[in-house]
């Protein structure tokens, strides 16, 4: 018997048997879960792209299996958001240190949960033992014509951002400290970085009117400024324009959660460029799909990207985005320089 109380032992296939296998109802779906490879019939253009998530790493280790698969999916969706592409499939490859029923239960759940409301088939994948990590690989159509790019930006676009900023950053702090408040703010915030929400119509809806776009993964400024390295361009970014959550106004002071929305990562808002002539439009086509979306600066010509208040250079230390292997995404700069390439 397991700690659980399941007196079941079971193998990967077994494991994949009973919380992942599910009948598909897509016809494409040639070959799905249960081979050893899932075959697709592809007829457009397809998206794919794929993350991995590591216990200790990109989420405390101990977290609940529901946000786990939630998040897994989301941060997978939300690449594809970044494309303007609708997600169809995916491949998941889990790493176990054993199999505890109860987590793998609420695993699926949240992920199963996620996937339903997005139209996502699980066709594949592979489990193995090991430390805690998570695999997703996702495939999406997308409109060979109007895919969007990171690179597509051009002099005098402007800059948007949907939904809000710095919210999941400090989720993550209260998540890492145990700070368990029954308040409001502190649920939402809280619910902001277990939970995120994909930004997959908005993505959809800026086909024709975006042009170029990123997810906010790492942070604003580091992922504005992959963008900005792709288009050739440098940015400028109003601080005072930061689209920040009445729940985060409430729970840090103003400096902190300014900070946070530049450079604390985990939002997954959609973070885009588009000609001033398009403003109307782009207004209009997100208020159909219920998002949020603000204008935030510009681009213009040079490198990396700048923070403005009130439109004068902000003589700000340099702020890091997230890096994986540790190494600053910002560049040193001159006083007015938030964030570089």
């Known amino acids: 018997m397991n700690r659980n109380g399941d007196t079941v032992s079971l193998d990967e296939f077994g494991v994949i048997e009973r919380y992942f296998a599910r009948k598909s109802e897509d016809p494409r779906v040639i070959v799905g879960i249960g081979d ?3 075959v697709l019939n592809l007829g457009g253009a397809t998206a794919v792209a794929t993350d991995t998530m590591v216990a200790g790493v990109h989420f405390p280790k101990g977290l609940a299996g529901d946000a786990v698969g939630h998040r897994i999916l989301a941060v997978n969706l939300s690449d594809l958001a970044a494309m303007g592409a609708e997600p169809r499939w995916c491949t998941l490859a889990l790493t176990l240190p054993d199999v505890d029923h109860a987590w793998l239960a609420a695993f699926a759940q949240g992920f199963f949960a996620l996937a339903a409301e997005h139209g996502v088939e699980l066709i594949g994948g592979d489990t193995t033992r ?3 990590s998570v695999t997703l690989h996702v495939l999406g159509d997308v409109d060979g014509d109007r895919i969007l790019t990171r690179g597509g930006g051009a002099t005098g ?3 948007h951002v949907t939904g809000t900023l710095g919210d999941a950053a400090a989720g993550l702090d209260l998540v890492s400290r145990g700070r368990s408040g029954t308040g409001n703010a502190h649920r939402v915030l809280r619910s902001r970085f277990l939970t995120p929400t994909p930004r ?8 024709g009117l975006a042009s170029a776009a990123i997810d906010v993964s790492d942070g604003l400024l580091a992922d504005l400024g992959h963008l900005c390295r792709a288009s050739g361009c440098a940015a400028s970014v109003d601080v005072e324009r930061l689209p920040l959550s009445p729940e985060l106004r409430e729970t840090v002071p103003s400096r902190n959660a300014e900070a946070w929305a530049l450079a604390g990562g985990d939002d997954y808002e959609l973070c885009f460029t588009a000609p001033p002539t398009r403003r109307y439009d782009i207004e ?15 681009l213009h010509e040079g490198r990396g990207v700048h923070c403005r208040r009130d439109g004068q250079p902000m003589a700000s230390p340099v702020i890091s985005g997230y890096s994986h292997f540790g190494e600053s995404v910002a560049e040193s700069g001159t006083a007015g320089t938030c964030g570089g390439e």
């Open 36 to 38: 050893d490879a899932a």
């Open 130 to 132: 090991g430390p805690l």
């Open 157 to 159: 676009d402007d800059i």
């Open 200 to 207: 997959v119509a908005a993505g959809i809806a800026l086909r």
């Open 284 to 298: 209009r086509a997100l208020a159909a799909c219920e998002t949020p979306v603000l204008r935030i600066g510009q």
